[in-house]
């Protein structure tokens, strides 16, 4: 009989008298010391993260906090309506309804998933190593035309924030300000310009796109990119659930689209 896997995790350890997190005391080293942002940073990285990168993840993080009246805050509402004894199952609808967050590419990428992480994926792949001298315009070409029959290419233009995307260049404030300026970041930037010059359309890079090349250069996988916009929603929901409690539209919308669905002729 093969001998059984020990289960072990190296993440924390709870005793009667003490919880360690990567190593670290929760109540003397962390508690009054790391932010929400740090605090997932050490725990995708396993250690706390520079005050630079630390300002490159958070602005990541709120970024993706809020987006509105979106389909996901509205199933988290109805949700909500439905069982307001368990506020966390009308969280967690609204994190199913997640698509890849925002759109992307020519036409809407809004029912597909992981813009953010296709993105990343797209330029860890294209650059393994960030440190190779690698001539970035030259692959930001055959990045483009290896996307020429679709034309959507992960983290390149949006259906509705045109012609430049408000987060975008903020972003990248943040990333030059604190040092993160990298491959990734330039690689992003000369894909939107040479995809303009191939398909003749205005591309500007995306928020997911943004992201994914931020990500990339705090090394973060691209395997995991997805989750942060996971952990930033959830706060996003909470905030829209609170507000269903105090001002509900939610009762609203199921009175309307039974009105306007029921009254709707037959073969209309």
Avoid: C
């Amino acid at each position: 009989m093969a001998k059984r896997k020990t289960l072990k995790s190296d993440i924390a350890r709870i005793e009667p008298d003490r919880i360690t997190v990567h190593g670290l005391d929760l109540a003397q080293d962390i508690l009054g010391k790391l932010n929400l942002g740090d605090m997932a940073f050490l725990e995708m990285t396993k250690r706390i993260p520079t005050p630079q990168e630390s300002a490159v993840f958070n602005a990541i993080a709120v970024t993706l906090v809020e987006h509105g009246v979106s389909a996901n805050a509205i199933v988290a509402r109805m949700t909500y309506t439905g069982a307001p004894e368990a506020i966390q199952a009308a969280i967690a609808a609204g994190l199913l309804g997640m698509g890849g967050g925002m759109a992307s590419g020519m036409v809407s990428e809004a029912r597909k998933t992981g813009s953010m992480e296709n993105a990343a994926r797209m330029l860890q792949e294209a650059v393994p190593d960030p440190n190779a001298n690698i001539d970035l315009d030259a692959l930001a070409n055959k990045i483009v035309q290896s996307h020429a029959d679709s034309r959507v290419i992960p983290g390149i233009g949006h259906h509705f924030h045109v012609p430049t995307d408000p987060r975008t260049g903020r972003l990248f404030e943040i990333a030059r300000a604190n040092g993160f300026e990298g491959p990734y970041v330039k690689l992003i930037q000369l894909i939107a310009k040479r995809a303009q010059e191939t398909y003749g359309q205005v591309l500007p890079v995306n928020a997911p796109g943004a992201i994914g090349a931020l990500a990339s250069e705090l090394r973060l996988p691209w395997q995991i990119v997805r989750g942060i916009s996971v952990v930033a929603r959830a706060i996003g929901l909470v905030g829209h659930i609170l507000e269903e409690m105090r001002d509900p539209m939610s009762r609203e919308i199921q009175v309307r689209a039974q009105e306007e669905a029921g009254s709707r002729p037959r073969d209309a």
